[in-house]
């Protein structure tokens, strides 16, 4: 692979020391990385390598672009750093006392599920505490019990002690409650999601044999978006290292830190690293994907944190005020319907189609406008989502979702007690290993009109081998049991129809789920593919053909030729919580990821005036970071 002299010098650089790279939007820092991997496994014959990417659709890209090297899948295992963390737990979780079949509860709503059960166990009737009519009171006391639940992520991903949570909170019983939540948390079966971090990372800690097993075998660790670390994932690669792995590259670009609300901090890349493995230092700042005119607005944002080359093209930014949300969106639009019209431009490879573009916006609520907009103009679009599965939204989906969960975990009461809502029956006294038997037998009784199919699916949901489920199997049955239900009633309603087109959407979504399991190698039981799906490795990144619509977050990693930034006013870009010097900082980097999406052609809008959720009109500042790129 071609690499400049910059890059070639990190790929080559001694194999017994650590490497720090601080590398810009398109300098080029997954191919060093990538091209580091190769570098190592050629260099040595045996030596294994770990390579902690931010996401799963990195991993993948990342070994898909090493799958020409032999023994690659042996010698180097390419991962999330949580995916890594959950492989130590199912392996040796027994020794710190983690129950051998592990529930990851992947969902917020589930968490607080279980604090207020912890609650409850404590003698607080938190039932009534939420029995009240005063809705605005009741949000009050809804954000008091989420702020318990971000403090317990908080100790969590910030490796808290019960000293240092006490000095954090004189006079206050808070540890306790924390401790509640997780022995309620370990009663059900289950971890949450910060956990597979927490205890990876005591395993490691209290049990060197352990860590010396990964050691042995991985003499290299390589850290993507290393700018993204918080304190859980920073000490976990430390004491995966231990004193025996000097060899371990970082590389991310603390101008594009923008994970601050999971505790991330750009602190461990440029100083805890330096202080702790004194790594040998390089900087890349050539931007090889973006023009001229997009690295001179990254500047403007980030001052000389973009080099610009001498062969880059020139490309173009446009800077755009509309009266209102309307009129955004309409010329957006019209830009995109001209764009599409043009065809052809020398700076643009190949034919410009909707699969060139994507539209950037701070949050997803920026685009409401814009998607009718679209939908009258018959120019198909879809939102890029994170890596986590969506909750099922039809009775039949959902019952599939929860009674798999409560087959691999017969505690899990979280999951059990919306079954039972779901089903409209009672919830049992118990919950023992016969639990779906016995919610199948109390449906058999209900007058629902699918109570029998309902039934049907418990009882072939109960018979599934966990070692060797046969999903496919059961995806038939199913397929053809819905479909009956409106082939066999000539009066079946437009509502009942409906139903069971969206329930045979949720089925194929889940075949197709289960099938890019198997196809990605990563196990054949019912609880591998369980905690496949609460890793996000089963997320279909493919977007139907069409325009993107895309938050800053969802679009961290990726880039597009064209790229259309709206919504810039203050208060959305940027965000109105924003108020603190740090957090306008990342604001700010947001903003530099943002503008660093696009390889040719920029488009920035706001509106003059946006309508509130409670129907007023309000006028709008232009965002301070469009100033910047005006001035």
């Known amino acids: 692979m071609n690499l400049s002299n910059a890059q070639r010098q990190i790929v080559e650089a001694p194999l017994d020391t650590a490497i720090q790279v601080l590398a810009s939007a398109g300098s080029g820092k997954t191919r060093v990385l990538t091209e580091r991997v190769r570098h190592i496994l050629g260099e040595t014959k045996k030596e294994g390598v770990i390579a902690l990417t931010f996401t799963n659709k990195a991993a993948e890209e990342m070994s898909a672009r090493l799958a020409d090297l032999e023994q690659v899948e042996d010698r180097a295992w390419i991962a999330t750093i949580h995916s890594v963390a959950q492989r130590i737990l199912e392996k040796y979780g027994h020794t710190v006392g983690l129950p051998s079949e592990l529930h990851i509860y992947d969902r917020d709503k589930d968490r607080m599920e279980v604090f207020m059960q912890s609650l409850r166990e404590d003698g607080i009737d938190i039932d009534d505490y939420l029995n009240i009519s005063d809705s605005k009171e ?82 290299h660790i390589c850290v993507d978006e290393a700018q993204d670390l918080n304190k859980a994932q920073y000490e976990f690669v430390k004491v995966l290292c231990g004193d025996v792995i000097k060899s371990v590259l970082m590389v991310g670009d603390p101008n594009q830190m923008i994970y601050g609300f999971n505790g991330s901090s750009k602190d461990y890349l440029c100083s805890r690293f330096v202080d702790d493995f004194t790594p040998q230092k390089f900087e890349l700042k050539e931007n090889y994907r973006s ?40 010329a957006v639009v019209a830009t995109i319907r001209n764009l599409l019209d043009l065809k052809v431009h020398d700076e643009i490879e190949g034919e410009i189609s909707l699969g060139n573009m994507v539209v950037i916006g701070r949050n997803r609520f920026v685009f409401s406008k814009l998607e009718k907009c679209l939908e009258d103009n018959s120019i198909p679009y879809s939102l890029r989502k994170g890596e986590r599965q969506l909750e099922p939204s039809t009775r039949f989906g959902k019952i599939l979702d929860y009674a ?32 779906l038997q016995d919610l199948a037998a109390k449906t058999s009784s209900s007058a629902d009109e699918y109570s029998e199919i309902f039934q049907e699916l418990l009882y072939a949901i109960d018979n599934l081998d966990l070692d060797s489920p046969k999903i496919p199997r059961l995806v038939r049955d199913f397929n053809a049991r819905l479909t009956s239900l409106v082939e066999n009633h000539n009066d079946a309603s437009d509502g009942r129809i409906e139903d069971v087109k969206l329930s045979l959407e949720e089925l194929d979504e889940f075949n197709r789920t289960w099938t890019r399991f198997k196809r990605k190698g990563l196990g054949d039981s019912l609880v591998a593919f369980r905690n ?100």
């Not at 992520?153 to 002690?161: C, F, G, H, I, N």
């Not at 009461?413 to 029956?425: A, R, S």
């Open 138 to 219: 009741l949000k009050n006391r809804e954000r008091n019990l989420q702020s318990y639940m971000d403090f317990f992520s908080k100790v969590k991903r910030e490796l808290l002690t019960e000293l240092e949570v006490s000095e954090l909170y004189p006079n206050n019983n808070i540890w306790k409650i924390y401790k509640d939540y997780q022995a309620a948390l370990l009663n059900s079966g289950g971890i949450d999601y910060d956990d597979i971090l927490v205890y990876a990372h005591k395993i490691l800690l209290d049990h060197d044999w352990i860590a010396k097993i990964y050691r042995s075998h991985y003499k």
């Open 291 to 330: 023009t001229k005119a997009v690295i001179r607005v990254a500047n403007k944002l980030r001052p000389g944190s973009q080099a610009e080359m001498d062969y880059a093209l020139e490309g173009c930014v446009k800077v755009s005020e509309f009266d209102s949300e309307e009129d955004e969106a309409a």
């Open 404 to 435: 798999i969960r409560v087959k691999l975990n017969s505690k899990d009461w979280v999951d059990g007690k919306k079954l039972c809502q779901v089903l409209g029956i009672s919830e049992p006294d118990n919950w023992t290993a016969n639990v």
């Open 532 to 631: 496949a799906l609460a890793l996000g490795q089963l997320s279909d990144n493919v977007l139907d053909d069409g325009l993107t619509l895309s938050t800053v977050h969802t679009m961290k990693g990726l880039e597009k030729d064209i790229v259309f930034l709206i919504g810039m006013c203050e208060g959305v870009f940027p965000d109105y919580r924003a108020n603190a010097v740090k957090e306008l900082d990342e604001e700010r980097n947001n903003a530099f990821v943002a503008v660093t999406r696009a390889k040719r052609w920029l488009y920035v809008s706001y509106p003059k005036q946006r309508m509130m959720p409670w129907g007023d009109t309000k006028f709008q500042r232009k965002s301070r970071f469009i100033m910047e790129i005006e001035s």
